[in-house]
């Protein structure tokens, strides 16, 4: 499974940034142990999976990748019941690394305050300093030490990055991303498993809304549809998986057909 896009921008927040070494430490242990274990996992060593899975979450307990890996792992053992609870506590675990972003981004834009009232001493400084390099001597130098040259490069850096620090705006709390359409494509597979065939219709096309572009969510709620007795349904979210990429089965394709052409006797 390919490592989320919002795990790397997470990495990239708490790069130089970070609120906590700790919490950092912790963070990108999970985010190792998870890929351990889902390396583990698809070479079916159950065992190995199940043990890195867990380390991950002693690192950071609602980390929705180790979840995300226990269920998957709970399905190849049809434990639906609790690939069901562990794919959710996934979605749970989303908004609380949500929450840490959140915390991260907060401590970062702090520092960027900070930095920014340094820079604009320097500034202060390198601008009275650019003013007396136009009467001094090449070999001369300034009060900060540098000559003419390294001065006025100097003041083009400092402003540069003054203009970037006041551009950044302060992250907002009320900002809570939702779960990726993957983990309520997963809750309804499991539940489909259950025979909860409405609850993972439901789960579906929740995930649909989250993300269009799913082939295989479009497969699946094609089945669930057929076996709802929703045959129109089946057969648009048939055409739609085929749309996107998906080789459907020859054998449902045969079946569903037959069914519409019942339906519509």
């Known amino acids: 499974m ?49 043990e890195a899975f867990d380390r991950a979450l002693t ?12 269920g998957h792992l709970a399905m190849r053992e049809r434990r639906f019941d609790d690939a069901l609870r562990e794919f959710k506590s996934a979605e749970d675990g989303y908004k609380g690394m949500s929450s840490i972003t959140v915390q991260l981004e907060a401590d970062r834009y702090a520092r960027s ?26 070999t001369e ?4 030490g540098l000559s003419a040259g390294q001065v006025e490069r100097e003041l083009a850096r400092v402003r540069s990055r003054i203009q ?8 907002s709390s009320r900002t809570i991303r939702e779960a990726p359409a993957e983990i309520l494509f997963f809750q309804g597979n499991a539940l489909f498993n259950l025979k909860r065939l ?12 989250r993300d ?8 699946n709620l094609a089945v669930a549809y057929w076996k709802a007795g ?13 749309t996107l990429g998906f080789k459907v089965n020859p054998n449902f394709r045969a079946d569903l057909e037959k069914a519409l052409s019942a339906a519509h006797r």
Not at 198 to 209: G, N, Q, T, Y
Not at 212 to 219: A, H, R, T, Y
């Open 141 to 144: 130098r300034t009060s900060t």
């Open 2 to 50: 390919r490592r989320w896009l919002w795990l790397a921008a997470l990495l990239a927040a708490t790069a130089g940034w970070s609120g906590s070494e700790t919490q950092e430490r912790e963070l990108r242990r999970a985010i190792a142990e998870s890929d351990r274990g889902m390396a583990a996992l698809e070479k079916g060593n159950l065992k190995k999976a199940r």
């Open 59 to 70: 690192a950071l307990p609602d980390f929705p990748q180790g979840h995300l890996g226990l």
């Open 230 to 242: 929703r045959f129109d349904d089946a057969r648009a979210a048939m055409l739609r998986s085929e």
């Open 164 to 171: 970037t620090l006041e551009g950044m705006n302060p992250p």
């Open 212 to 219: 269009p572009k799913q082939p295989l969510v479009e497969n």
């Open 113 to 138: 305050r900070d930095e920014l009232t340094n820079l604009r001493v320097a500034l202060t400084q390198l601008e009275g300093d650019s003013r007396k390099s136009q009467t001094m001597l090449e």
């Open 198 to 209: 409405d609850e993972a219709i439901a789960a579906w096309e929740a995930a649909l809304k």
